[in-house]
């Protein structure tokens, strides 16, 4: 299970931070996801990380923007998204994955288990 937090309403340009926090499984054994879902739209996969943190992947609709991080400790993961621009709006997830290393991360059939979605909004 998943607990996910920190979407909302902000402006072009602004930052927001979403946490996802897990439980019911032993968080460090598994890499992480994040997708999002835009009205009208299938859900994409724009980010992964692996169970150690120690390899990162992003779409280049989001690279140099966002920046997603764990920590085991706290068994949770954190999505920093900065300079959001209204094309950034959707329902955001995050998903574990089935191994502890990133393999076909885009794909949600990669993914076992989702967050509840937090809505990101982003306008003027």
């Known amino acids: 299970q998943f607990v996910q937090s920190g979407g909302g309403l902000v402006q072009p340009g602004e930052s927001l931070r979403l946490s996802c926090t897990a439980s019911g499984f032993t968080f460090e054994y598994y890499a992480m996801g994040w997708f999002r879902q835009a009205p009208g739209k299938e859900r994409e996969g724009f980010s992964c990380?692996?169970?150690?943190?120690?390899?990162?992947y992003y779409t280049d609709s989001v690279k140099g923007r966002f920046t997603i991080s764990r920590d085991n400790a706290k068994n949770t993961v954190y999505l920093q998204m900065d300079n959001l621009k209204p094309e950034d709006t959707g329902t955001y997830f995050c998903?574990?994955?089935?191994?502890?290393?990133?393999?076909?991360?885009?794909?949600?059939?990669?993914?076992?288990?989702w967050g509840q979605g937090s809505q990101v909004t982003v306008s003027s």
């Open positions: 998903a574990a994955h089935r191994y502890y290393y990133c393999s076909g991360w885009t794909a949600s059939s990669m993914y076992d288990s």
């Open positions: 990380i692996s169970s150690s943190a120690d390899n990162t």
